[in-house]
């Protein structure tokens, strides 16, 4: 196939073999989000470039070398969203929900594009799950954040894979005293910071913190600590938020080099991360971020919340083997007819048991064939039994009842007593 007719590099099919994990994960993540009382909201995937810049930060990677914009045929600058928060916070202005206080519960999912490098785990077009609350200030909707994701990794099987990290980026005020500080020390490092680090220095000093520039590190040993520069407010916040989760008897590990590729946090910040997956380990990442809504030209009104990376929770739920047998069965029944008036009769049969058993997944056999290929299709769709309809069956009007998977023996069931027979056997998603 000519390289312009494949698909663009990074960004991926997801093929039918695939898509029954994908709507595993999704639909436990939506029930979930459900019982703790939050609703969705749908963003458009394009927004003014303007936007991102704005919220993102202009000096971060995302912003600098990773967005797809382009030019529109209106000349406006248009940006394929890196991310939702942004998109998130432009919607809940421009609707006006937020306004006098309302809190807002909200989360989305969708694509998301990065012109990053692609690897496992990294991709140019991925999905994430993001949740974003507003006008709620206390470390008690943080913990809530963190208690939901920390019950879905226990219902996917998950939880002894991955650790929490966490870190205080503090108020606006307790981060700009620190900031200086830092820029202080580094500067009488500078010769020994690595080219990135000395540009950063300039731009976006904390983002030298997460460097992986091995002497820089070691510059960093006895560099100023955050954890020291955090005003009473936001050290209250923090310790409120580690009671809680100590409460539930979540583990976490403090890193005080947790900053984020993000310029809008304030005060908490978390990762969780797994070394199941190589290098891109962090599956779900988010904080605080006060200032974002003031920033973007609304009323100050806090914000906070997470998105997690849809690819990389497939890829751990693939690699630990916790994908339950029932997900990949999309068939639970599968009739074979054999003949004009069989398929007539079981066309029909097929819309009786339908309507009474509306869960049921039922799969009627399309394009006819001798006894021996429905067979081979019904077998091959993993269906749990074979409905049979044959010259003796329509005599008689019944229908062969035929276990395909484990024991039994092939028996007939009146057709009137088909669904009732089926309710009893099959364990309906
Ligand atoms: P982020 O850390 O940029 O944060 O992305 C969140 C998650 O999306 C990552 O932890 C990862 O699982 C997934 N992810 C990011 N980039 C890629 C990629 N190239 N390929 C595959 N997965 C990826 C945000 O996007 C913030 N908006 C999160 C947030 C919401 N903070 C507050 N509210």
Sequence with gaps: MSKSLQAIRGMNDILPEQTPVWRYFEGTVSRLLDNYGYKQ????????????????GEVTDIVEKEMYTFDDRNGDSLTL???????????????????????????????????????????????QIGLEVFN???????????????????????RDAVKLELNSLGTSESRARYREALVEYLSAHHDKLDED??????????????????????VLVDAPKM??????????????????????????VLNPKLVRGLDYY??????????????????????????????MGGKPTPGVGFAMGIERLV??????????????RQVDVYLCAFGEEAELAGLALAERVRDQ?????????????????????????????????????????VVGFKPLRGQGEQQSIAWDALAAHLATCVVQG
């Design 41 to 56: 909201i749908r963003m458009p995937i394009v927004e003014f470039t303007e936007l991102f810049k704005r919220s993102i």
């Design 81 to 127: 969203r890196p991310e939702g928060t942004a998109a998130c916070v432009r919607a809940v202005l421009e609707h006006g929900i937020t306004g006098g206080g309302q809190v807002q519960k909200l989360w989305y999912i969708g694509p998301m594009f990065r012109h990053e490098r692609p690897q496992k785990g990294r991709y140019r077009q991925f999905h």
């Design 136 to 158: 709620l200030d206390g470390p008690d909707i943080d913990a809530e954040l963190i208690v939901l994701t920390w019950r879905l990794w226990g219902e996917l099987g998950i």
């Design 197 to 218: 680090s000395q540009r950063r220095l300039k731009t976006n000093p904390l983002r030298v913190l997460d460097t992986k520039n091995a002497d820089t590190q070691a």
């Design 227 to 252: 954890a020291d520069y955090l005003d009473d407010e936001s050290r209250a916040h923090f310790e409120g938020l580690k009671a809680r989760l100590d409460a539930v008897g979540i583990p976490y």
């Design 266 to 295: 304030s005060k908490t910040v978390f990762e969780w991360v797994t070394d199941k997956l190589g290098a891109q380990g962090t599956v779900c990442a988010g904080g605080r971020y006060d200032g974002l809504v003031e920033q």
């Design 315 to 328: 890829l751990l739920l693939e690699t630990l083997e916790q994908i339950p047998d029932e997900i990949s």
């Design 357 to 397: 058993l509306p869960n049921l997944r039922l799969q009627v056999n399309a394009g006819a064939g001798s006894f021996k290929s429905q067979f081979k299709k019904a077998d091959k769709s993993g269906a749990l039994y074979a409905l049979i309809l044959g010259d003796d069956e329509m005599a008689q009007q």
